[in-house]
């Protein structure tokens, strides 16, 4: 090959890098607004297949394994014939998608492999029609491992390049998912917070009540709500409330 032939190859695979990284750019960016706003761990998954299936060219079927003390699960796939595929190696005990979530490994393989690496998981998927496999480890949950699969139905399958890009895709989408684990527990926290806050407020309130009625310190005041919220077999707080409410009905 040519000096000539040869830059213009490498342009052309520096170009094609770069239109595959501005499509995952692009999806990440989209992915971190929807995480941000929703809570629904089904819809993120199910938002995730469908942006790596925009990513990356070729994957025509994506899903995503989870790994549960119960075996592996498909959390979400794009079409009934992904959870097929995945259906096939949860059988079998083995394939890409559960050597990428055992092992943190990405994996690349094309049916020709399949009998040599997965026997089993190769002969049962021998006729499903798929040309090339990839699956990349994606930790969904902290302590749930799992992977992003995608299969191809074309004839060149994936390329190296499209392991490379949705390594990169699932890593970004990784740090997306800590970001909403974080801020979820920030707003659980204060929520939490406020509820605590909230209840020493009644209950305060119903303990300076019965200080003014009974004529007792605070610490009294405070055991003798106790007591009459484990006699009543309720909680502290809905006992105050309730305590409250008499008072306020009996003076009206």
Known sequence: MGGGQRASSD???TGRLVRRLHDVTGAV???????????????????????????????????????????PVTGAATRREALEID???????????????????????VPAELLDRWPAFGAEVAGFGVAGYLSSPLCVEEDT????????????????????????????????????????????????LRQALTSRAVIDQAKGIVMAVHRVPADQAFEMLV?????????????????????????G
Do not use: W
């Open 11 to 13: 342009e052309h695979v």
């Open 29 to 71: 960016r989209g992915l971190s607004e929807m995480v941000d706003a929703e809570e629904d761990l089904e819809v993120i998954l199910d938002r995730i297949c469908r942006q790596a299936a925009d990513a990356i060219p070729g994957a025509d079927l994506v899903s995503v394994t989870l790994l549960s003390d119960d075996g």
């Open 145 to 192: 491992p799992g992977s992003l699969n995608l299969y191809s139905e074309r004839d060149d399958g994936f390329r190296e390049l499209d392991a490379a890009v949705l390594e990169l895709y699932t890593t970004a989408v990784e740090t997306a998912l800590r970001h909403a684990r974080g801020h979820l527990r920030a707003r659980e926290q204060v929520a939490q």
């Open 227 to 251: 007591e009459r919220s484990q006699r009543d077999n309720v909680k502290l707080r809905d006992y105050a409330e309730r305590f409250i409410d008499d008072i306020v009905g009996g003076e």
């Open 87 to 109: 259906l096939a190696q949860y059988r079998a005990g083995e394939g890409p998608c559960l050597h990428a979530a055992r092992t943190g490994e990405v994996v690349h393989v």
